[in-house]
T-cell receptor, first 112, second 114 residues
Framework: QKEVEQDPGPLSVPEGAIVSLNCTYSNSAFQYFMWYRQYSRKGPELLMYTYSSGNKEDGRFTAQVDKSSKYISLFIRDSQPSDSATYLCAMLGQGGSEKLVFGKGTKLTVNP | NAGVTQTPKFRILKIGQSMTLQCTQDMNHNYMYWYRQDPGMGLKLIYYSVGAGITDKGEVPNGYNVSRSTTEDFPLRLELAAPSQTSVYFC?????????????FGEGSWLTVV
């Protein structure tokens, strides 16, 4: 089993839709959970950062972490064409695991 | 404050040639990483460093070498380039902190081995 699993999609939605992106993981040592957005031919940029379980909201974006299920989600409300990108989840352990592990990324297209 | 700077941005290598991808960060971050990204495969960790003088292998280290003589620089060396090393390479850095672990990425280096 891979450490981090993410459905690569592609995912295509109409403008204004609610988008749900998900990752599962197997390593219970992961403590920090991140979502990155990557536009074509660019480096990843940090979207959301959470520590431990719970929800975190930032504008149209909500990150959710369920450590008991080893499951994280990113919700995008009122999606816009400018949200079209690849979204990568990433995880980092604490106290001994300094490797940042990424999912494969989900390619999202928001159609006007 | 330039963040993470990678050079070159594009490079074509012939099989068997060697080259070094340069990475510099000006944020005084202790952790630095090299990833490669192949289409549909996400980011795979090649090597990482937790501070000057300390490096460790990631998931796919074969065919690469790194060094970390200073906090700022983390060059990635390709010896005897092979077509399988055609990829996009990203350097990243972060500062360990209990209040956050934001990782900053460079713009990427597109490498083609022919």
């Amino acid at each position: 089993q891979k450490e981090v699993e993410q459905d690569p999609g592609p995912l295509s939605v109409p403008e204004g839709a609610i988008v749900s992106l998900n990752c599962t993981y197997s390593n219970s040592a992961f403590q920090y959970f991140m979502w990155y957005r990557q536009y074509s031919r660019k480096g990843p940029e940090l979207l959301m950062y959470t520590y431990s379980s719970g929800n975190k909201e930032d504008g149209r974006f909500t990150a959710q972490v369920d450590k008991s299920s080893k499951y994280i989600s990113l919700f995008i409300r009122d999606s816009q064409p400018s949200d079209s990108a690849t979204y990568l989840c990433a995880m980092l352990g604490q106290g001994g695991s300094e490797k940042l592990v990424f999912g494969k990324g989900t390619k999202l297209t928001v159609n006007p | 404050n330039a963040g993470v700077t990678q050079t070159p941005k594009f490079r074509i290598l012939k099989i068997g040639q060697s080259m070094t991808l340069q990475c510099t960060q000006d944020m005084n971050h202790n952790y630095m990483y090299w990833y490669r990204q192949d289409p549909g495969m996400g980011l795979k960790l090649i090597y990482y460093s937790v501070g000057a003088g300390i490096t460790d292998k990631g998931e796919v280290p074969n065919g690469y070498n790194v060094s970390r003589s200073t906090t700022e620089d983390f060059p990635l060396r390709l010896e005897l380039a092979a077509p399988s090393q055609t990829s996009v390479y990203f350097c990243a850095s972060r500062r360990h902190s209990n209040s956050g672990n934001t990782i900053y990425f460079g713009e990427g280096s597109w490498l083609t081995v022919v």
